[in-house]
């Protein structure tokens, strides 16, 4: 069983909807816990990072963790086009950068 | 300012044959990473560099892959002999350190085929 597991998608969605991302973990070590998007053929982009529990915003963007539950969650409100690209759930013990164990990526489109 | 530059971006070999990857990060960092994405996957962790000294290589196949990073800046990552199971994605990051609140950026990878 693979330390990160991430909803594999992939999801098709019409502009403007709500789109929830998911991964769930098994090391309760992990204290930072991201999010990265990649476009095709690019490299990842971190969109946003959260040290332990809580939500954070960003925009359109909303990371929440349960630690207790080893669940976080990506949510994009009023989805673009633009937000069409493969989503990548990241953890790491003691830093945003570092060794990061990844997700094996949940692919979006978004449909005008 | 330049991002992490990797090159080359494709590359085609025959199994057996060597190949060899390199990495220029974003200037100051000194932190930098060896990543590789399978299809379909996300990356793993290959080896990573403090300034010269490779502080973490335990996912690096020793028995065929070496990397080296001279001066703490330009990284190169090697392969010799390849194997078809090669075949992936080899992406570059590089970030500021490895202490909290830095992020690590990642260059557009080297997609290598092994035939």
């Known amino acids: 069983q693979k330390e990160v597991e991430q909803d594999p998608g992939p999801l098709s969605v019409p502009e403007g909807a709500i789109v929830s991302l998911n991964c769930t973990y098994s090391?309760?070590?992990?204290?930072?816990f991201m999010w990265y998007r990649q476009y095709s053929r690019k490299g990842p982009e971190l969109l946003m990072y959260?040290?332990?529990?809580g939500n954070k915003e960003d925009g359109r963007f909303t990371a929440q963790v349960d630690k207790s539950s080893k669940y976080i969650s990506l949510f994009i409100r009023d989805s673009q086009p633009s937000d069409s690209a493969t989503y990548l759930c990241a953890m790491s013990y003691n830093t945003n950068a570092g060794k990061s164990t990844f997700g094996d990526g949940t692919t979006l489109t978004v449909k005008p | 300012e330049a991002g992490v530059v990797q090159s080359p971006r494709y590359k085609i070999i025959e199994k057996k044959q060597p190949v060899a990857f390199w990495c220029n990060p974003i200037?100051?960092?000194?932190?930098l990473y060896w990543y590789r994405q399978n299809l379909g996957q996300g990356p793993e962790l290959l080896i990573r560099y403090e300034n010269e000294e490779a502080v973490d290589d335990s996912q690096l196949p020793k028995d065929r892959f070496s990397a080296e990073r001279l001066k703490g800046v330009d990284s190169t990552l090697k392969i010799q002999p390849a194997e078809l199971g090669d075949s992936a994605v080899y992406l570059c990051?590089?970030?500021?350190?490895?202490?909290?609140?830095?992020?690590?950026?990642f260059g557009q990878g080297t997609r290598l085929t092994v035939v």
């Open positions: 990051a590089s970030s500021l350190g490895s202490i909290p609140n830095t992020e690590a950026f």
């Open positions: 959260t040290y332990s529990s």
């Open positions: 090391n309760s070590a992990f204290q930072y």
């Open positions: 200037s100051g960092h000194n932190t």
